[in-house]
């Protein structure tokens, strides 16, 4: 497990951000801290700031898309810059002893794909594994992820190597270890709308098959997570759990109702009530009911 990337920079500047970004249950554990950021002495400084506050493992975000990241040659920005990754590399690598893993895309655009020779650096620099989402920048989250570069990087390094991209359900997990040879495997967009797929992939690897989450699970699964966000307070709280409300209900029968009920709502407990009349069977504010009762007719 890993944290959403946080900022080298503003983690050294702004003791806040620890709080926001770099926070960590104990029974987390291992656990890994994602930092991005273009300076190679402020990530190393907030590399050992991560191994300070007991983080297991430290990874470098060589994949994030988005234009403000990238601007300032953070994330995707990077990779057309390789002798600048391997600064990074080596004074990240010598300020901590935890180990140092990188995540990256396959490379800018289709013309300056980097991968192999990413990863052999990665290897060369003391790295103790790296993961490649299988996309290009100009790709974004567009398209397919090409799978073949996940083997490509395979074929290249003895460290392990984590594949990355368009796994859905537990047969593409399967797959993607098939057909590239990719000591693990990494999920993104499924584990937040079916955070089930873990203990899928689990029981498909022993059993061949596996189980669908019922309501219940999704229930349980979203009271667990809404009831955390309220007694930490966690700033932003509301916003999360619309997001979430409408990541974990897709599918489930009548569902777009709640979701306009909850993005109505104007506070936390507000959102926890709708989600408790929804799967209780209870009934829903008018607006909400005529909502779903129109998605039930169109
Ligand atoms: C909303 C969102 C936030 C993401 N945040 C991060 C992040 O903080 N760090 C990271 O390495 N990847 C991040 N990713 C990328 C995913 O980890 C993953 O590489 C990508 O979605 C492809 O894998 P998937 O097909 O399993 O989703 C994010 C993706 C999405 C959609």
Redesign the pocket.
């Known amino acids: 497990m ?1 944290t ?2 946080t900022s080298a920079d503003g983690v050294l500047r702004d003791r806040r951000v620890v709080g926001r970004y770099l926070q960590f249950y104990a029974d987390e554990h291992p656990i890994s801290a ?1 930092l991005f950021g273009s300076d190679p002495a402020v990530l190393a400084d907030a590399a050992r700031l991560c191994e300070d506050l007991g983080f297991d493992l430290v ?1 470098l ?1 060589l ?2 898309p988005a234009k403000k990241v990238v601007k300032c040659n953070g994330g995707s920005g990077l990779l057309r810059d390789l002798p600048a990754i391997g600064r990074i590399f080596r004074a990240v690598r010598a300020a901590v002893r935890i180990p140092f893993t990188v ?1 990256f895309r396959a490379g800018w655009s289709e013309q300056e794909i980097v991968c192999v020779e990413l990863a052999r650096m990665a290897e060369d620099c003391g790295l103790a594994a790296v993961a490649l ?1 299988a ?1 290009t920048r100009e790709q974004g ?1 567009s398209g397919f ?1 090409r799978w073949e570069w996940i083997a490509a990087v395979k074929a290249a390094v003895r460290i392990p190597v984590v594949g ?4 859905r359900r537990p047969e593409d997990a399967a797959a993607m270890v098939g057909q590239t040879g990719c000591d693990a495997v ?7 709308s079916n955070p089930w797929i873990f203990r899928q992939i689990a029981e498909y690897s022993a059993r061949g098959c596996y189980e669908e989450p019922g309501e219940a699970d999704r229930y349980s699964m979203i009271r667990t997570y809404f009831e955390m966000l309220i007694a930490e307070e966690t700033p932003g709280a509301i916003g999360k759990m619309k997001q979430f409300v409408s990541w974990f209900t897709h599918g489930v029968p009548n569902s777009s109702g709640l979701r306009k009920a909850v993005y109505e709502a104007r506070s936390e407990r507000e959102v926890l009530e709708r989600v408790t009349a929804f799967f209780e069977g209870n009934a829903l504010p008018a607006a909400a009911h005529a909502a779903s009762l129109s998605a039930v007719l169109s």
């Open positions: 890993m959403e990337f994602q990874d975000n994949g994030c995540k989402h996309r989250y992820a990355n991209g368009d796994i990494m999920i993104g967009r499924t584990a937040a």
